[in-house]
């Protein structure tokens, strides 16, 4: 584990938000309350009331705001993006072990709107990754016709699509298949006596 396990699921979860986006999926995948709603039961978001067309909006906002810091240029550029980010919430840094896991930080006050906890913990899961010097770390899919985007977390760097299954398995086949084009004997009538 590179990083603890709470920043580690915050990573997980600024992923699957930013490729809720049109930027990312292609369309918009975050489209009413209700996909909030599946958004906060798909990442177990703790301490979360009712969700209204504000919380929708400030989301959405967010997700914009985490997308730039997996573009940004360098880490002085993602460092002020992520700033940005956290200054807008009211920090109230707390331990807590609910729902089974074991003791953790929240940095959102409880009962914080939904937009303010995930500023507050996925700002901060990203300035983690920065003050470690890992921002390389955060990347967009390798597939060209792919713009999702991905926290690699291995330990030599080398994971490169957002999905095994899908991009890197369909981004494998082509190689393999362009191997065998180039291996394949040319024309029969070409060859020379």
């Not at 940095?107 to 899961?125: R, V």
């Not at 990203?126 to 921002?135: D, Q």
């Amino acid at each position: 584990m590179i990083f603890t396990h709470d920043t580690e699921y915050a990573l997980g979860t600024v992923v699957d938000l930013i490729n809720t986006g049109p930027a990312a999926a292609g369309t918009e995948l975050l489209g009413d309350l209700a996909a909030l709603r599946a958004f906060v039961r798909r990442n177990r978001f703790s301490d979360v009331g009712d969700l209204t067309g504000a919380d929708l909006a400030r989301v959405r906002g967010l997700r914009e705001r985490f997308h730039a810091v997996f573009r940004a240029e360098d880490v002085p550029a993602a460092v002020r993006l992520i700033n940005e980010v956290v200054a807008e919430v009211r920090a109230r840094p707390h331990l807590t072990d609910h729902d089974g896991y074991d003791w953790h930080v929240h940095f959102f006050a409880p009962g914080a709107p939904m937009g303010e906890h995930l500023a507050a913990d996925c700002g901060m899961a990203l300035a983690y990754v920065v003050s470690a010097g890992e921002l390389d770390r955060l990347r967009t899919c390798a597939a060209p016709d792919c713009e999702r985007v991905l926290v690699d977390l291995s330990r030599n760097r080398c994971r490169r699509y957002c999905d095994s299954r899908t991009c890197g398995n369909r981004m494998h086949v082509a190689a393999y298949r362009a191997r065998r084009r180039e291996a394949e004997p040319k024309a029969v009538g070409s060859t020379e006596h």
